[in-house]
């Protein structure tokens, strides 16, 4: 990288001061920007940041090494699969903590980054793109079909977000006793069991959302807004559904979080689960802890015993609030300093030379083969904790989100910015993320006359696509035609500005002269193509 | 080794690709601390036979044995990337220097088999290593006189420093022997007296030299020894003044109008 | 008589590099002018702008009076005026015949084309001998040849050769330059740049010496192979 006064490097400097303020200019902090404009501002910065650590990962293998990884969204998408299936399993304690999974996580799409590499360290690079192709394309079906495990195409939600810690209450043992009765009425075609339920619960106070006496007063503060009154807290219920079903349901909003184990005494015809209940949201979450089936119940007396540790969610980080915002920029911020450390690194080094030579890179003594799969791993590993960082964005993964173009986002990222070039890799991210989610929002043209009202009106085609007719006037939303534009960028980078905004080398030539050179070359070319050779 | 003052010896080498046999059964040595030349016309296989010494090409049949550091090894069976660890270099034909890279980190990457540091020293920063190679490497660029260029982008250099760049990245390889691969090619008269005296200057420090060439003012004025391929095989072999006299080599290398450089003392 | 080829104060480079600084020159028809110099002086570029692959900055190229500035490359080939490149480059996938043929590409009389293939047969019966081979199976002095024969076959007036002899065994170079004597007797004009300023200067009946893109010394060839300063830097007499 060419000095750090450089007019970029102050750029970028001023940008990170402006990240880390930025929380803090909204409604939470100084209010300095109206609540809606900041919020979208911060998950705008933060969808940036995600798109950095991915194109940071993506520009070790393609700018460093110079290979063409064309299926980057296999490591997305394993990524997030992989730590939203692994985050706070109860079987496994060490679960609990986001950094451990995302941290697995990776290490999953390392190994996978190997394994896919290692077939093609002796072929040429073609060949790598099109088993990088494949395999997220494998990657695609198998999370498309498979499930049972990711919830094929409507993939997997409702998972709780990333807790740093949780505050205890105390421990609740609950007797429950069911005195089930003959129904007066018999059985009748909305009772066909014929028989009635009545629970009664010991202690009788099923409200079990309290705090310990050494809670903090922020957490008291949050804790009084899901008090008994409000319902927000876990509660046991009883539900008799039309006779068929007894149910004991535990229902908890998040934060709450309660472990549950139910036991049924004796040897009555139920069930009892043992589940973790996690608050979920949005809304309610209901799980049966015991139930039983009446219809093979006879008259009598049913005991159970149900145990509940609840649990209070502290700091939550999820998309909008202060926290996660710091801490992809905390994850941005280390992976930026891993790969600037790396590239000027021996390792680097033997990189940039595979890249450019790699019959005299191995005559120098480089295991070309060797530096692969480590940049392989290295850029799996990333690409997998930049996954993980989605999946706990969108509180959703499905193959909807992890898709080919995001394969192909990540890359212009890359190719726009400047290939293997850091700082242009950055500013790729920032222009080309800030761009898309530029061409979502809808602008509206306020003021505009009948005639053009009229005109737009009775258009078609792609004109009533993007612009739309209301009340203040006409309005431009470009989101549904978004690739649209992102293909005409391509393709006018490729003529004017192939080596990306700041090409590599620290050679890039001034813009504007070199729009004007480019210009001029083109319409040489073509004008060409219709004139006669002079003399003839 | 046959003979303790070789620092190589081939035997029976042979190269085929295809129907085609590059090389065929070429035996040749070199002593330690000379410098030897490989002419013959194009297509003879003197690239090739560097390339199967240096293991780009595997040899069909034959042995390759080479006086390392550590002791006598057989060329024919290691890896490609431990030719250079083992004590040999090269420079190629068609210039092929890092592009991307500046002067400086080129020859760097030459010191890559002599130093450690994998991933976790990259990240721990490895200073001290670092400064010690960039010292390593400037004396290299010194040494072939490209010193203060260091900061430039190496396609920035002129043709003959590009020259010097790629010897100075071979040379930092730490080589017993080094192989040039027409060093002198594209070198006007000047340029050419420079690089005879960067050779000996490499010879003086202990570095045997193989090296392909068609400049025969250089051949004669720097070789202790030539050796002459033709179609894959050895045709003549001795000392340059008596090479340059053979019929063999005249008729089809040097041809019929070819006048010996005169009064050249070697 | 205006010459056949007149380059006036060319200025060209690549990108914001100036390469050439004000080149002047002059190729009667029928002769051979050399160009020589040092490495990265400017040759192989002055080549390239007569030929129309880098575009002159300012200056005059004029091929037979016409101005080659405003013209794509093919068509200054179509003018007669022909490049053969520098590090032969054939092209590696096509056989011998097949790259020779290409190099009538721009020219529509059948029976022309056929006789000059005899011809360059003739020229190079190394090539008659390989012609079903790939071009990139031939050894070095052969595709030499072969890019001198396929620029050929396009029936050039004047032949630019850059570098012809580069990395050619002693007895390849004397027949090189032998069958460029021969071309120009058969009334190709020539302007040969090389390295090999010896040879260069043998068979030239014009040179000129070019330092850092500009034209230092202008002469008839067997006076700079005479002149002092000629000789110590560049012809390797001290």
């Not at chain 1, 980054?113 to 060949?127: E, I, K, S």
């Not at chain 1, 036991?263 to 009892?272: F, L, N, Q, T, W």
């Not at chain 2, 490499?202 to 250089?218: C, N, P, Q, S």
């Amino acid at each position: 990288m060419s000095g750090w006064r450089s007019r970029s490097a102050q750029f970028l400097l001023a940008l990170l001061l402006f990240l880390l303020a930025l929380p803090w200019l909204g409604p939470a902090g100084a209010e300095l920007l109206p609540a809606t404009g900041h919020g979208r501002l911060m998950e705008v910065c933060l969808l940036i940041l995600i798109y950095v650590i991915l194109a940071l990962g993506l520009n070790v293998v393609v700018g460093f090494t110079g290979l063409l990884d064309l299926g980057y969204v296999a490591f997305m998408t394993v990524g997030a699969y992989t730590s939203v299936l692994l985050y706070r399993q109860p079987e496994w304690q060490f679960t609990g903590s986001f950094f451990v999974v995302a941290f697995i996580a990776g290490l999953h799409c390392a190994l996978w980054g190997v394994l896919r590499g290692a077939p093609t360290l002796r072929l040429t690079g073609d060949y790598y793109a099109i088993v990088t192709l494949a395999f997220a394309e494998i990657v695609f079906l198998l999370v498309l079909n498979e499930s049972w495990l990711t919830g094929g195409p409507s993939g997997i939600k409702g998972y709780p977000p990333i807790a740093l810690s949780y505050q205890e209450a105390p421990a609740r043992q609950v007797e429950l006793r069911l005195r089930v009765s003959p129904d007066p009425r018999g059985s009748t075609p909305e009772n066909p069991s014929g028989l009635t339920a009545e629970p009664s619960f010991t202690p009788q106070d099923l409200w079990l959302g309290e705090l310990s006496p050494d809670a903090s007063p922020g957490l008291r503060r949050r804790y009084e807004r899901s008090s008994p009154d409000s319902g927000a807290g876990p509660e046991l219920r009883f539900r008799n559904w039309d006779g068929q079903m007894a149910f004991v349901e535990l229902e908890a909003q998040a934060p709450w979080v309660v472990l549950g184990s139910g036991v049924i005494d004796g040897e009555s015809p139920g069930s009892a689960v043992q589940i973790p209940l996690e608050g979920r949201e949005p809304g309610a979450f209901l799980k049966p802890l015991i139930y039983w089936d009446l219809a093979l119940l006879s008259p009598g007396e049913y005991r159970a015993e149900i145990r509940l540790e609840p649990r209070f969610a502290r700091q939550v980080l999820k998309d909008g609030t202060p926290g996660f915002f710091y801490l992809v920029l905390l994850l941005a911020l280390i992976t930026l300093g891993a790969v600037t450390l790396l590239h000027h690194s021996r390792l680097g080094r033997a990189w940039a030379a595979i890249k450019a030579d790699p019959v005299s890179a191995r005559s120098c003594g480089i295991q070309v083969g060797g530096e692969k799969m480590i940049a392989f791993a290295f850029s799996g590993f990333v690409g997998g904790v930049g996954g993980s960082l989605m999946a706990f964005k969108f509180l959703i993964v499905s193959t909807n989100i992890f898709d080919f173009w995001s394969s192909i986002v990540v890359l212009c990222c890359i190719v726009l910015g400047g290939m293997g070039n850091i700082r242009g890799v950055l500013i790729g991210a920032l222009c080309f993320i800030g761009l898309g989610e530029l061409l979502r929002e809808p602008y509206l043209f306020a003021g505009v006359s009948d005639s053009t009202r009229a005109w737009v009106e009775n258009s078609g085609g792609i004109v009533k696509q993007i612009l739309s007719v209301k009340e203040e006037g006409v309005e431009l939303n470009l989101a549904r035609t978004r690739y649209l534009f992102f293909g005409l960028i391509l393709v006018l980078f490729m003529i004017f500005r192939p080596g990306g905004l700041l090409p590599p080398g620290g050679r890039g030539k001034p813009l504007l002269p070199e729009l004007r050179q480019r210009l001029t070359a083109l319409a040489g070319d073509l004008f060409h193509l219709r004139k006669d050779p002079p003399g003839a | 080794m046959r003979d303790p003052a070789h620092i190589l010896e081939a035997e029976g080498i042979t190269v085929q690709f295809g129907g085609v046999r590059a090389v065929a059964g070429v035996s040749l040595a070199i002593r330690e601390g000379s410098i030897t030349a490989l002419i013959g016309p194009n297509g003879a296989g003197k690239t090739t036979f560097f390339n199967a010494l240096t293991r780009l090409v595997q040899p069909t049949s034959g042995r390759l044995r080479f006086v390392a550091a550590e002791g006598e090894v057989e060329l024919t069976t290691m890896p490609p990337d431990h030719i250079a660890r083992a004590g040999i270099a090269r420079t190629f034909q068609n210039i092929r220097l890092f592009t991307d890279l500046s002067v400086l980190d080129n020859v760097k990457v030459g010191l890559h088999g002599r130093t450690r540091g994998g991933f976790w020293r990259a990240l721990a920063g490895n200073r001290a290593e670092e400064q010690r190679l960039t010292g390593a490497a400037l004396e290299y660029l010194d040494f072939v006189g490209l010193a203060q260029r260091e900061a430039e982008q190496s396609d920035s250099l002129s043709y003959g420093e590009q020259r010097k760049l790629e010897i100075a990245r071979a040379l930092a390889c730490g080589p017993r022997l080094l192989l040039l691969d027409e060093p002198a090619a594209g070198m006007n008269p000047q340029e050419t007296q420079a690089l005879v005296e960067l050779i000996r200057r490499i010879r003086r420090a202990g570095v045997t030299i193989l090296l392909i060439e068609h400049d025969m003012k250089l051949v004669m004025r720097i070789s202790d020894f030539v050796y002459v391929l033709d179609h894959g095989e050895l045709i003549a072999q001795g000392e340059p003044a008596l090479v340059q006299k053979d019929a063999r080599v005249i008729e089809a290398y040097l041809g019929p109008q070819y006048r010996p450089p005169a009064g050249e003392a070697n | 008589m205006a010459a056949l080829l007149e380059l006036r104060q060319v200025h060209a480079g690549y990108g914001p590099l100036e390469v050439l600084r004000g080149v002047s020159l002059r190729v009667e028809e029928g002769q051979i002018v050399t160009l020589i110099g040092a490495n990265g002086a400017g040759k192989s570029t002055t080549l390239m702008t007569i030929s129309g692959l880098i575009r002159a900055r300012s200056g005059e190229v004029l091929y037979g009076g016409v101005s080659l500035r405003q013209a794509a490359p093919h068509q200054i080939v179509a003018l007669g005026l022909c490049q053969v490149p520098e590090g032969r480059r054939v092209f590696a996938e096509l056989t011998v015949l097949e790259n020779l043929e290409l190099g009538a590409y721009t020219r529509r009389d059948r029976a022309g084309v056929a006789g000059d293939l005899e011809q360059v047969c003739e020229l190079f019966p190394r090539l008659r001998e390989r012609a079903g081979q790939k071009a990139g199976t031939l050894s070095g002095g052969e595709q030499q040849m072969l890019a001198i024969g396929r620029a050929l076959m396009a029936r050039p007036r004047l032949l630019l050769l850059d570098e012809p002899s580069l990395g050619l065994a002693p007895v390849l170079v004397q027949r090189i330059f032998a069958v460029i004597r021969e071309l120009n007797q058969r009334g190709t004009t020539i302007l040969l740049v090389e390295q090999n300023a010896n040879e260069a200067l043998q068979i030239a009946h014009r040179g000129y010496v070019m330092e850092t893109g500009r034209i230092a010394l202008e002469d008839q060839a067997g006076a700079l192979l005479r002149n002092p300063q000629v000789r110590e830097a560049y012809l390797g007499y001290e």
